[in-house]
């Protein structure tokens, strides 16, 4: 099922998720997440991103591969991830973010990282990943903490984005007023 992406501003976004379990119907959260993503044409989306505070996200990088052939078709679905370990070498990229619409900015990040996951089933699984997973995984990561991108650029830029981030919080709270509306 489609549902809203929470823009930037929510209080939700900046929340520590909580695990998620087999009581939990990971099922819907994953076809919720990967529904929604695809209708936005996004490369990854958080629970908290669609107002659900449980750890966990899907990444989706079909978009980027029309753009660029040598990247190889990912999709999956990460459940309560782990960062297990961080590649000392950094790398910058230019990052976007479905709550925060039309803004973009350069980004240091581990270029390889080592994370540990469940998949739908539950099972455990430890992989390595580098270039542009590695750089998905650990902004949806973040996600889960409350922190976004943005909170990862100099005070300078945060403050040139000032105004385009008071537009987006104003819209959240509009869109805020429609989910309760919605939801009478």
Do not use: W
């Not at 991103?49 to 996200?57: G, S, T, V």
């Not at 950094?90 to 390889?112: A, H, M, Q, T, W």
């Not at 590695?134 to 100099?154: C, N, P, T, Y």
């Amino acid at each position: 099922m489609i549902v809203p992406i929470i823009l930037y501003g929510a209080p939700v976004l900046r929340k520590h998720s909580a695990e998620v379990n087999e009581e939990d119907n990971i099922q819907e959260i994953g076809d919720s997440l990967f529904a929604t993503l695809k209708k936005a044409e996004g490369i990854g989306l958080a629970a908290p991103q669609i107002n659900l505070l449980k750890r966990a996200f899907v990444i989706d990088i079909s978009p980027l591969t029309g753009q660029d052939i040598t990247l190889e078709k990912f999709e999956g679905i990460f459940i309560n991830p782990v960062i297990i370990d961080r590649d000392s070498e950094n790398k910058i990229y230019r990052e976007g973010c479905l709550s925060l619409p039309d803004i973009f900015e350069e980004v240091i990040r581990p270029e390889k990282i080592l994370v540990r996951f469940q998949d739908i089933l539950f099972k455990t699984h430890e992989e390595e990943l580098d270039g542009i997973k590695a750089r998905i995984f650990q902004h949806e990561f973040d996600h889960l903490d409350g922190v976004l991108f943005i909170d990862k650029i100099s005070l300078l830029k945060r403050k040139i984005l000032n105004s385009r981030l008071n537009k987006i919080k104003r819209l959240s709270k509009i869109q805020k007023n429609q989910l309760y509306v919605g939801t009478l």
